[in-house]
């Protein structure tokens, strides 16, 4: 079962919308809006999952990907971007995502992501 996870999304609200999602389904949640700090977090702490916009201010959420495989393996990878175009979809394969979420998206879309990861 997952129970923490780290969402990094320069859109508070987005970013705030998805913990109360997650915590409404039992899982600890944290929201940071740059990468230079969801670098600290990732080092510093142990998430199960991760939810990653790809357009941030300092940087895209690929670019934490390598970070949090070298920490664990195991970690599961959603992406949350209005992003999809041909590049992204090749980068997300290629990475290994574990599901990807257009925005806008659903409260329905990020629960369904989060339990297919549980199975």
């Keep these: ?3 923490k996870a780290l969402i990094v999304d320069d859109e508070d609200d ?5 913990s109360r999602i997650l915590i409404k389904e039992g899982v600890e949640a944290e929201y ?16 199960q999952v991760y939810l990653l916009d790809l357009n941030l201010p300092d940087g895209t959420g690929f670019d934490l990907i390598p970070l949090i495989r ?8 959603i992406i949350i971007s209005a992003h999809d175009g041909s590049y992204e979809m090749r980068k997300m394969k290629e990475e ?7 925005k806008p998206f659903t409260k329905k879309q990020v629960i369904e992501a989060i339990q ?4």
């Design 96 to 102: 290994k995502i574990d599901t990807f979420i257009k």
């Design 70 to 77: 070298a920490k664990t393996s195991e970690a599961r990878i």
């Design 1 to 3: 079962m997952l129970t």
């Design 32 to 47: 940071v809006n740059r990468i230079a700090k969801a670098r600290e977090k990732v080092v510093s702490e142990d998430y």
């Design 14 to 18: 987005i970013g705030l919308m998805v």
């Design 116 to 119: 297919g990861l549980e199975v």
